[in-house]
Structures are given as structure tokens and as C-alpha cells.
């Protein structure tokens, strides 16, 4: 299985930004996915999760609010809308995907994305 992030870039404080995940393989529907992020100096953390059917979510309290996540089981993809962003938002965010359940524990993903780099200006 291989991840791809895309959707970064450089944006002001209170503006958006949707991240992409395109994933390769035919089970991708059966995969919880989630998004972690790491700053520099700062340890991994994640952000969001959500069930292979899409009905269940999770979010980091920094972002419960402002982020929404979502899965296109037709397109092999999910997705993280971000909306009103802050300077604290700035990081390298990946998606990962696990094969039994989501987690806020990065331990628990079996295959993880490239990254993507955030970048908000105050």
C-alpha cells in the first residue's frame, strides 16, 4: 500500500486548506485512516482519525472544530479540511493507514505517507 499526501502550502492565519491522501491498493476501504503532524523540535501528533466506513471520527482538541476528515472509499482517498488556520497549525502532516483500528497512538498504522508541509503566516 502506498500514500500520498498532497495539498500544502503556505497560507495565512484564519485561511484553509485541504490536504489529500490518494492511496494505492483495492482495500482501501477496509483501512481507518488518520492524519498526524509534526513540527519542528516536536514529537509526531495526531490530528485525526476516522473509520474505514467514514461514520466514525476523532479529533486532537487543538483542532476539533476547525479540521473536518473524510474518506472517498470510491477515489481510495481521504481528505483534511482545514479551516482557520493558526500559526500552531505549521507542521509536516502525513496520513497513515491501519489495517485493524484507529488510534491516537502513531504505533498503531501500518503504512504512512510522505508528508506534506504546512506553513501558516501570523
Known amino acids: 500500500v502506498q500514500l500520498q499526501a498532497s495539498g500544502g502550502g503556505l497560507v495565512q492565519a484564519g485561511g484553509s486548506l485541504r490536504l489529500s491522501c490518494a492511496t494505492s491498493?483495492?482495500?482501501?476501504?477496509?483501512?481507518?485512516m488518520a492524519w498526524f503532524r509534526q513540527a519542528p523540535g516536536k514529537d509526531r501528533e495526531f490530528v485525526a482519525g476516522?473509520?474505514?466506513?467514514?461514520?466514525?471520527?476523532d479529533y486532537a482538541d487543538a483542532v476539533k472544530g476547525r479540521f473536518t476528515i473524510s474518506k472517498d472509499n470510491a477515489k481510495n482517498t481521504v481528505h483534511l479540511q482545514m479551516n482557520s488556520l493558526e500559526p500552531e497549525d505549521a507542521a509536516v502532516y502525513y496520513c497513515?493507514?491501519?489495517?485493524?483500528?484507529?488510534?491516537?497512538?502513531?504505533?498503531?498504522?501500518?503504512?504512512w505517507g510522505q508528508g506534506t508541509q504546512v506553513t501558516v503566516s501570523s
Open positions: 476516522i473509520s474505514w466506513s467514514g461514520v466514525s471520527t
Open positions: 491498493g483495492r482495500t482501501f476501504s477496509r483501512y481507518d
Open positions: 497513515a493507514a491501519s489495517t485493524t483500528f484507529y488510534s491516537r497512538a502513531s504505533t498503531r498504522y501500518d503504512y
